[in-house]
């Protein structure tokens, strides 16, 4: 959906299951299917890059949000 805010005010908002992977985007990790590499696989197919410099976070949240440890 549309928002018309910032999208780090909107960023602020939303539970910490978001996670802003680009400067673009912000996904909610529920429905992340699969992690690879620098892209995020949504359950509906489509595929999200993940920005060098948001990696590391990323990746990080990521690995919280399904259980496991880096």
């Known amino acids: ?3 018309w ?3 780090s005010e909107v960023e602020a908002e939303f539970p ?3 996670v802003r992977c680009h400067k673009s985007y912000l996904v909610n990790m529920r429905y992340v299917h699969e992690y690879k590499k620098q892209i995020f696989k949504l ?6 890059g993940i920005s060098r ?3 590391n976070e990323t990746e990080l949240k990521y690995f ?3 259980g496991g440890i880096i």
């Not at 359950?43 to 999200?48: D, L, Y």
Request: aromatic letters at 24%; proline letters at 0%.
């Open 1 to 3: 959906f549309y928002v």
């Open 53 to 55: 410099s948001k990696k």
């Open 43 to 48: 359950m509906n197919g489509k595929e999200i």
């Open 16 to 18: 910490d299951y978001f």
């Open 64 to 66: 919280k949000f399904k």
């Open 5 to 7: 805010k910032k999208i």
